[in-house]
């Protein structure tokens, strides 16, 4: 059997969950670059915002979400409906420019039952996908392997969210 070593990832999988509340509502509110990098927050407007998803389906996985703690899509205003819009460009520009991937999977899953982890606050995915980045590991070791740390991946995205 052969032993995929991948130390970085002990501190992401052993650190207990601490964070309260919805992570949509607090996580954005982190001051300072450093917390901000902690939080994993990219960009964030008074009506949208983009985080990186800390358990994500593959790499440079993304979060676009309201700024408004809501769970209701058709009651959007169109104002924030457009800039959830433009924040979601923006993501697909910017992991395009990054990662140069050769598709995305981008989308929402509205609901517990339609597979929302977090049901209470609307958001979309953004995922960037390369030709054979799915393999085995996740059917057989219930394991992904991401080839870059997740804080490497916000540093190098961070320049293209700074105004």
Partial sequence: MKVLWAPWRLSYVSKPETHQGCIFCELPKSEGAAARRNALVLYTDERA????????????????APREHTADFAGL????AAAVHAALARAQRALDEVYSPAGFNIGMNLG?????????????????RWEGDTNFMPLLADTRVMPQHIEEAYDRLLPLFED
């Fill in 49 to 64: 915002q983009v985080l990186m998803n800390r358990f994500p389906y593959a790499h440079a996985h993304l979060m676009v």
């Fill in 77 to 80: 205003s169109d104002e924030t």
């Fill in 112 to 128: 517990r039952v339609a597979g929302a982890g977090i049901a209470d606050h609307l958001h979309w995915h953004i995922v960037p």
